[in-house]
């Protein structure tokens, strides 16, 4: 670049404000922190999970799923950033899950249209297989969506898109400041209007295809860590105490019907050669934004996982090499996720008023 050049300034979205920030006046963070920006415009966000239900991890079927993923990936307009992880998932079944991400909604919807997944996904021998398959399609508007990392020195989810850079940020640190930093909560309180039902176990796409229709304003979080390059003394830190607050945390979300998340899945990535790595992520859908604050602001499980970090931050300061991040998105209403054999309690499955008969749409 010429020495006399000016980098254009990164592309963000802002509105006056009529909805008072959550910020306290005066705040200055206790530990830096890092956002992603882009320097050219991002008006739609996508991000894209694939799910192979009921075949283990790492065997031969997990593999071909995984290997035909990638195939598609590479056709025209394909995601320029993916990634491959595993769990058992809310319907206790063994799951490989591959993410992708773009930052064009046009490509995203030429690829879905034109590239050959869509031939095998229409295929109705795929309701027939011994396994399921699910696709949560996250498409959403730059201004509903924040992220967060502890370090600006690794990337992931987003930040592998092409172009994407980490800036610091002052809105961290203090309850509120996730909603902060969403740029469309300045004017819109992001209020759930239709609660999803309560949980119906009986419900299932067994022998069938369901698409289920997300409500206006239901929040999707991934946060992640990251501890596959700690040094020894932090790695153990990280397995033997912040692991084990993490665990608890979930496992209050997961078994509190009243917390308001919808369900969770805590993945493990895979090396590009499917080996598991000292990296994880945990998914979590929120029936609102103010359900994850709730837990967020007040629950002594997250308070335990808040507290640690910022400790390990201070005792370790600049060489703290665990990472921790996550990625937000407030979803508008009318998204489809789509689910194809599988088991009751998968995904929104439960949580839909009713299934039509032959599978369609469930609102």
Not at 32 to 47: E, G, I, T
Not at 58 to 66: D, H
């Amino acid at each position: 670049m010429d020495g006399n050049q000016v980098s254009p300034p990164f592309f963000e979205v802002s509105y006056e404000r009529s909805i008072p920030a959550r910020k306290p006046e005066g705040h200055v963070p206790a530990a830096p922190r890092f956002s992603l920006r882009w320097r050219h415009a991002v008006p739609m966000l996508v991000s894209d999970y694939f799910g192979l239900q009921g075949a283990p991890p790492g065997s031969a079927r997990a593999r071909e799923f995984v290997d035909r993923m990638r195939r598609w990936f590479g056709e025209p307009n394909g995601p320029p950033a993916h990634e491959v992880m595993v769990c058992t998932d809310e319907a206790r079944r063994p799951a490989t899950i591959v993410v992708a991400y773009w930052t064009s909604m046009s490509e995203h919807a030429a690829w879905a249209a034109g590239s050959s997944w869509r031939a095998w996904w229409d295929d109705p021998a795929r309701v027939t297989e011994d396994v399921g398959y699910w696709r949560e399609q996250l498409a959403c508007p730059y201004d509903r969506h924040e992220t967060i990392y502890s370090d600006p020195g690794y990337r992931i989810g987003l930040g592998r898109t092409p172009n994407a850079e980490l800036a610091p940020i002052t809105t961290n640190g203090y309850f509120g400041a996730a909603r902060d930093r969403i740029p469309l909560s300045a004017i819109d309180e992001l209020e759930a209007p239709t609660a999803l039902s309560p949980p119906r176990p009986v419900l299932s796409s067994t022998g069938r295809r369901v698409s289920v229709v997300v409500p206006h304003n239901l929040t999707v979080l991934r946060s992640g860590q990251f501890w596959h390059d700690s040094e020894p003394e932090q790695a153990e830190d990280y397995e033997l105490n912040l692991r084990a607050k993490l665990d608890r945390g979930m496992e209050h979300l997961e078994g509190n019907p009243h917390s308001g998340c919808l369900y969770l899945r805590r993945m493990t990535n895979l090396s590009d050669t499917g080996e598991p790595r000292r990296e994880t992520s945990v998914h979590a859908v929120f029936s609102s934004l103010a359900d994850l604050e709730s837990w967020s602001a007040s629950h002594e499980t997250h308070l335990e996982i808040y507290r640690h970090a910022i400790a390990m931050k201070r005792r370790y300061g600049d060489r703290r090499d665990v990472v921790t991040w996550h990625e937000l998105f407030v979803m508008p209403g009318g998204t489809l996720f789509e689910y194809l054999n599988c088991a009751d309690g998968t995904g929104l499955l439960p949580h839909s008023s009713h299934l039509e008969p032959s599978g369609d749409i469930a609102p």
